[in-house]
């Protein structure tokens, strides 16, 4: 049942360019979308959140974008920093899951090279 | 900066124990989530507890699996009698608004 999928399983960009990750969902009922970022041996660490009725939010060098249509969002970081290599999930929330359970997509591995 | 904080950081024990995974969430947060990672697969929800009581689980969340929140600021998943397939990572989680706070995770193996 993957109704959010990442389907980059790795990315490289060079420092000072922008990442720009990936993220599908099936299921029309998700209001709300999070990208957390993860290292290593440690919880998932919230990055940035889009509500359904916006197609943009921004915070420092994070974007969300989100098309509902294609039911379709991507993050941007730009400058991308060598800090940034950890992996990023995407992660759907539905109004009907109306205690906020999370659905998760594979994650993102990120190498960032100087 | 508050944080979910969870104990121990890696557990190991023999199948067919017993365990208990502690959590101590952001003390001002309403809803308290468990979640697991198997190595190499997604975090999968295990369960959300509202109001002293579960509110969701999910289909992994089964007979052995159980959840306390004994005294106000603890939040503990115990589950009865370790399988080989229970070792992953488990995390915490709890939020007030939107976006849910992890904690760093307990490894579980059982061998």
């Known amino acids: 049942d993957q109704q959010v999928k990442q389907n980059s399983p790795s990315l490289s960009v060079q420092e000072g360019r922008i990442s720009i990750l990936n993220c599908d969902y099936t299921n029309s009922m998700f209001d709300y979308f999070l990208w957390y970022k993860k290292y290593p041996a440690e919880g998932p660490t919230f990055l940035i959140s889009i509500s359904s009725i916006k197609d943009k939010n921004e915070d420092g060098r994070f974007t969300v974008f989100l098309n509902k249509s294609a039911k379709h969002l991507s993050l941007h970081i730009v400058p991308s920093q060598p800090g940034d290599s950890a992996v990023y999930f995407c992660?759907?929330?539905?109004?009907?899951?109306?205690?906020?359970?999370?659905?998760f997509g594979a994650g993102t591995q990120v190498v960032v090279t100087p | 900066e508050p944080e979910v904080t969870q104990t121990p950081s890696h557990q190991v024990t023999q199948m067919g124990q017993e365990v208990i995974l502690r959590c101590v969430p952001i003390s001002n947060h309403l809803y308290f989530y468990w979640y697991r990672q198997i190595l190499g697969q997604k975090v999968e929800f295990l369960v959300s507890?509202?109001?002293?009581?579960?509110?969701?689980k999910s289909e992994i969340f089964d007979d052995q699996f159980s959840v306390e929140r004994p005294d106000g600021s603890n939040f503990t998943l115990k589950i009865r009698s370790t399988k080989l397939e229970d070792s992953a990572m488990y995390f915490c989680?709890?939020?007030?608004?939107?976006?849910?706070?992890f904690g760093q995770g307990t490894r579980l193996t059982v061998v």
């Open positions: 507890f509202y109001n002293n009581e579960i509110s969701e």
């Open positions: 989680a709890s939020r007030v608004t939107i976006a849910a706070f």
């Open positions: 992660a759907a929330s539905a109004a009907t899951d109306s205690w906020g359970k999370l659905q």
